[in-house]
C-alpha cells in the first residue's frame, strides 16, 4: 500500500507563522529522513534568540540553515547558541566595515 503525504502540510513550531515571509520558505519546509520538520526540532531559546537578533539581517536564511543542521544532528542548545551569537556580531561587524548592504 502506498501512503502519500499532501504537500500542504507545514510545521508545527508555533514560530513557523513569525518566520513566514521574513525566511526563505524552502528553509521552513526543509524535513528529515523521517519527515519531520526541522524547524520543529529548534530549541524555543535558539529560535528566540533568532528571531530576536537575526530576522532582519541580511544574513538570516544562513544562520537559520545553520541552526536547522545544528539541531538536526542533536547539537547541545547552548552550543548552538554559542556558535550562532558568535558569528553573529562578526558578520555584523564585515557588513559595516565593507559598508555593505543586503
Given at each position: ?5 499532501e ?45 530576536n ?50
Amino acid at each position: 500500500m502506498i501512503i502519500l503525504k499532501e504537500l500542504t502540510d507545514k510545521p508545527h513550531s508555533p514560530f513557523y507563522e513569525q518566520l513566514l515571509g521574513k525566511v526563505d520558505e524552502h528553509l521552513l519546509h526543509l524535513q528529515d529522513t523521517r519527515g519531520t520538520f526541522l524547524l520543529d526540532k529548534i530549541n524555543e531559546k535558539n529560535l528566540n534568540y533568532y528571531l530576536n537578533q537575526l530576522v532582519d539581517m541580511p544574513w538570516n536564511d544562513h544562520l537559520l540553515l545553520s541552526i536547522l543542521v545544528y539541531a538536526d544532528t542533536n547539537v547541545d542548545v547552548k552550543t548552538i547558541n554559542n556558535v550562532i551569537s558568535g558569528i553573529h556580531p562578526r558578520l555584523n561587524d564585515i557588513f559595516g566595515v565593507f559598508q555593505l548592504k543586503k
